[in-house]
């Protein structure tokens, strides 16, 4: 798909962009991108392209140095919008220059700053950053401007979080935080030409809550400097639905890394399909050692529920790269709901023995102890995971789940908002939100919630069923009907029935017990399905629609020519003309062989039926 | 008659007496004055004519006080009652005693340029006299007694007294001030000059024996003693002083203070010092005696030397005694006064701007308006005029005000002067800048530890910026230690306990502060809000009426007592004191707002978005930090949905949201308002919104249940945001759809429910 140039061209282009990322401090997106350049084909990232180690040259010739050998320089003309010496420098950025190691540097301000650069630089890695916005302040380079800027919101960040009178409490957090990211945001608007600056006010906008204008700064910072990973990552937790993403991807310049977007944003909003799995395996073909990659399959095989494939895929994973961490908490998840205790155990001892202080490492562990019961131990380890990074969204999710629990419906409703404040498209904390009010009884919030989770997943039975349930409860019974129904179109064999049943006691209930069509269908529905597949359910549980079908069939059985029998009739699928004397009979001596409370009124209408049938033949 | 305004010099204002000078060929070396440099306090001897060398070199080092502006002694018979009122005109210099012959003793005085030749082997030979007298001191008289006094150049002894004299100045500029009292003591007695009289009072008055300053100047003065004749020329000096005396005695010998205008003024300050201000204000007359002198025409004049006017003084003695007696009325007319006779005279103006004793526009108009022209030369006049303007209140104004300083620092390259950094602090905290002002506020106190307008602003700057709370009792501890006198430091320690919302410990060192001084206004209104952070409502408004009353230029106080209220749902009486502080200042946007709010409690709603739309464009004017304003924009927004403007509504609580993003009082009103406009589901969110950042808000909580309540009965699961179109059908058959297995879209997943 890609040439070969413009393979090198990607490799110089993350190269430079995991230098300027790790200058500024933004050590994960660094990571990430030093990773994806390390999966690049060797021959790829050996290619002459760039003048890896040129002579050394002063820094003001900035033309000169951008092309030492005469090799390959005239190829970039097929990738780039204007060939020659001068495009470097246009893609690049504005006056580039090179230090004497051939590495460019980006302004001249930087080149004069360098040695407060270096000494704040240490301060940061030693996170004392309130030292490096001292050291800083004067600074007008934009490495040294952003690592201000930078350190000051994660210093603010940092005492917010130290502020908390109670770990789960959101309120002060925000109050903390707010008055502190104001004044950056207002700092930094004049600078937003710099992509990094673009970035984090995209991050700082977001912790405010101001979503459109996060995105707008950060689509800025990714159409200017791609490989920058956060960037993309923090603009998939914000696109909130499938509309949103289209339209996003409209805005967005077509990219390699446009394509890593989509798989996240798709993982997010539980699309994954196979056309994911295609775009993983293009992307493949550019990025062969991508593990990344290689952990987005597994992702995508779990959330299609091909847990076997999703498996394997993770165990490729931990094959090719037996350290690492990423993903490590989703693959708990999954052995966890396939209920793979033993392989759950060994994979948290053996991370465990890893490194325990890690978001991912604390959450499988949570999960190790969940699986045993051991709630409590469980939530100890979600709220470690959670020390480590507060935005961390499967330890809050999953700790509303221990807490659910254990029966503290506050805290697992503290815990469950906190993950949709880290990222609103988790369908599953707004369910267990609706779960614990429910509980708190409070119908009207439970509805709320449900809503929520609904509209996330709307062909998921147990979102409509909990609705239902909700609905039922508060008597309105036709919503609750509505609900069922849907409820029924995502629902599997096992949960069919007894929706179906639901269907038919709401419908009788609406009418006061008297029988009724639209409860009879649904009642001739269960029993088809039963007879259909083979009897999943047993037969006297079935006792009651039995009944139900053969009493409606008796009571309109005279009046066969009623205009209303036939048109229910119709649908039933008998294809009889008024009541179907036969069936109720055959169903009701069913019944009344069965050993079921419901016996001796089977037995009663077949009496009467019989007598009617006798009185009728005379 | 009167002497012309210097000429503006570049370096220091001291220029050598025109008519010594030709007659004295010899200037002092400028190298020789290394110690009197330290001593002068008035302008440098640099060029000041020397005497006729002296024979030890290391002597005219030590002549410190040739360059005191308050110059030599002897016996001028000036000081008279019956020329009292050019007296008053001219100010201190007149009365200063110096070697000056009036023209009725012109004939023995001037001994002392000879004496200095004659008595030329004494270790201190005393300076020329003539060098001692700042030029400035010329009197109008000057000029004919040169006469006599070049006639009498020849006059080759120096009196013994006239030598004490010089001891006795001496030493009070050496702040030998027992010394000075002992020889003036000895001089008085010889010669019962008022002039001797005046200086021991003076210095009793330094020392502090401010009942023996006032009993000397108000007792009938005594008969000179007489005095055995030394010297050749003492006698005659003794018979023709008690010559002129004899003169006057045959009108009776007064006391000082009826005599000497100057004296007067300073029996009074001795009155003042031992707290007898009625007595003092009877010295001093409740009202200018001088008025009709003093008006229109004094006014335009300059001060004849060049001074301060003396009557500015006592105008600002008698508004000090005024304010002491609690007339301050009274206070106000007499600082004004001051003021205006002087406008040189800071003092008065301080206490006029400082004490707020004036409204925001009085006082523009007035400092605007004084006789800066007529008193001062051009470019003293525009730079005390620019200095003044600096200082004023900063509510309106601001661009003149901030024109006037960037052209002091241009112009007159006092950017890092301390007053005028202050007017820039003050300015800053106006606008709500607290971190620029603590920022200006520490340079200043760096070099000027205590500034008494800075340290104010340092304080509560300090008190506003949380993280600086321990630096403020370091602070209040410093100050403790180094000035447990001033009403200051007690509002330092008040404050730091205000910061930690320990209300009574704070009143406590508030009322402190008071005690030490009454005048100190934010002390006062820190007090009365310590009340009112209580929740003491009454309380509170009696202290603001308190400080009101002291400060009565400042819309604050009432402003402060309006708020009280409005907190006690008094209305009425709320609106009352805001339309009162509407009189002084109409231009502060807090007022605007409370004003606002009022409106809004009446049901005015028009009016009430006119207030809040005011106040905003006022703060916007203000450029000082927006996100201060924010809950007027939400006031505003109140005010809108109120009349059922939603639009506007909405607007301007976003506006309020996108200034303070925690505000949750905007975002349940702007959820309110969605909801009004029929979007419950985004109402809900908004509300969550709201309650997770005030999780207690009755309000919220029962509009979001209302809202929760409508989604519940008006919309069906079908409306679901987000559903595919299938799913929103009303009448879905779920059997003609096909299953969701062969669909596109996801599985369903077939874990158990609350773990996946």
Known sequence: ?618 | MFTPPNPPSNSLTFTPAPTSAPTRGHRRLPARSSLSNSFSFGPGSLDSPAPPLPTNGHDSSLDASTSFSFSLPTRSHNPRLQHASSQGNRGMAQVSPRPRPSPSSSSRTEVPKTRSKAEGSRLRPSPDPEARRSPRKRNPGDDEMRGGEAAEDEEVDWDMVDSMRLWRHDAIMQHLYETAAFWGNKILSWTGDANDAFWLAQTHFLTGHYLRAERLLTEPQPQPGKRMSKGKGKGRIDEEDIGVRNGHDDMGRGSLVNESLACRYLAAQCLVHQEKYHEALELLGKSNPFKELSSSEAIKQPSPDEGIKLYSSMCHLRGLLHLRLSSLALAKESFMEALMLDVKNYEAFRELIEGSMMSAQEEWEFVNNLAYRQQLSEEESRFVKLMYLTKLNKDAHIHEIKHAREELSSTYALSDNCDVLVGLADELYAKYRWEDCYNVTTKILARIPGHDTALPLHLACMHHIHRLRSSLFMLAHDLVEQDPQSAMTWYAVGLWYFSGKRWGDARRYFSKANLIDSRFAPAWIAFAHSFAYEGEHDHAITAYSTSARLFQGSHLPLMFIGMEHLQLSASDLAEEYFRAAEAINASDPLLLNELGVIAYNKEDYKNAVTYFKRSISLAREMQGVASTWAVTWCNLGHAHRVMGELEEARRAYAQCLSMSPANATALSSLAMVTQLTGNVRAAIKLYHQALSLGPQDPMATVLLEMALREQTECLDPTTLPGLPGVLAQKDLDPFSVPKVSELVLDLIPRCVLTKD
């Open chain 1, 1 to 618: 798909m890609a040439t070969h140039t413009a393979r090198v061209q990607i490799a110089h282009d993350i190269r430079r962009t995991v230098r300027e990322l790790r200058d500024r401090g933004l050590l994960v997106s660094a990571k990430w991108a030093s990773e994806l350049l390390s999966s690049l084909a060797e021959d790829v990232r050996s290619a002459p392209h760039l003048p890896f180690s040129p002579p050394l040259q002063p820094h003001h010739m900035p033309t000169t140095s951008a092309s030492p050998g005469p090799g390959p320089r005239p190829s970039i003309g097929e990738f780039l919008p204007s060939p020659g010496p001068g495009a470097f420098g246009a893609v690049a950025g504005p006056s580039r220059s090179m230090t004497s190691h051939g590495i460019e540097m980006e302004e001249e301000e930087d080149v004069l700053e360098e040695d407060e650069f270096q000494l704040a630089r240490g301060y940061f890695d030693m996170k004392e950053f309130d030292r490096v916005v001292h050291t800083l302040q004067n600074a007008k380079g934009k490495r040294a401007r952003f690592l201000r800027v930078y350190s000051a919101y994660l210093s603010a960040d940092r005492k917010a979080q130290e502020s908390l009178p109670h770990f789960l409490d959101t309120k002060e957090e925000r109050l903390f935080l707010y008055p502190a990211i104001t004044p950056l945001l207002d700092e930094t608007a004049s600078w937003s030409d710099d992509p990094y600056i673009s970035y984090l006010r995209g991050i700082l906008h977001m912790r405010i809550d101001q979503r459109h204008a996060a995105v707008e700064c950060l689509v800025k910072s990714v159409t200017e400097r791609p490989y920058n990973y956060s960037a993309w990552s923090q603009l998939a937790q914000l696109v909130n639905s499938a509309d949103m993403f289209i339209e996003l991807k409209e805005m967005l310049p077509s990219s390699v890394m446009l394509s890593f977007f989509a798989i996240t944003v798709m993982l997010d909003l539980h699309t994954a399909t196979d056309l994911v799995m295609n775009m993983i395996k293009e992307l493949l073909e550019i990025f062969p050692h991508s593990v990344h990659l290689q952990a987005q399959r597994a992702l995508v095989y779990y959330h299609m529920r091909e847990f076997e494939a999703a498996e394997r895929a993770f165990d490729e994973v931990r094959r090719l790269d037996p350290f690492r961490m990423e993903d490590v908490d989703i693959y708990s998840n999954m052995l966890y709901v396939m209920d793979r205790r033993a392989k759950l155990a060994t994979l948290a001892h053996e991370y465990a023995e890893i490194d325990r202080n890690r978001a991912e490492v604390c959450c499988l562990i949570g999960n190790y102890y969940s699986s045993r019961n051991d709630h409590i131990k469980a939530i100890t380890y979600f709220k470690r995971a959670l020390l480590l990074n507060r935005e961390y969204l499967p330890a809050w999710t999953l700790m509303g789940h221990e807490f659910v629990e254990t029966k503290n419906s506050h805290a697992a409703i503290e815990a469950y908002r906190k993950a949709i404040d880290v990222n609103a498209k988790d369908y599953r904390a707004w369910y267990g939100l609706g779960q614990a009010y429910e509980l708190l009884d409070m119908p009207m919030y439970a509805i709320e919630y449900y809503n929520q989770a609904t509209s996330l997943r709307p062909y998921d039975c147990r979102m409509w069923s909990a609705l239902a349930q909700v609905y039922e409860n508060l008597q309105r019974l036709p919503d609750a009907i509505k609900s069922h129904v849907r409820a029924l179109l995502g629902a599997d064999r096992q949960q069919t029935p007894s929706i179906l049943r639901k269907l038919a006691d709401l419908h009788t209930t609406l009418s006061d017990g008297a029988p009724n069509a639209d409860a009879v269908e649904y009642h001739k529905k269960l029993l088809a399905l039963n007879t259909g597949t083979g009897g999943i359910t047993e037969d006297i549980e079935l006792a009651d629609s039995y009944l139900a079908v053969a009493e409606w069939e008796s009571t309109r059985g005279p009046a066969t020519a009623s205009a209303g029998g036939e048109v229910v009739g119709g649908g039933g699928g008998v294809g009889v003309v008024g009541g179907d004397m036969a069936l109720a009979i055959r169903y009701l001596e069913k019944v009344a062989g069965m050993n079921c409370i419901q016996r001796d009124r089977a037995e009663d209408l077949l009496r009467e039926l019989r007598l009617r049938e006798a009185t009728s033949a005379v």
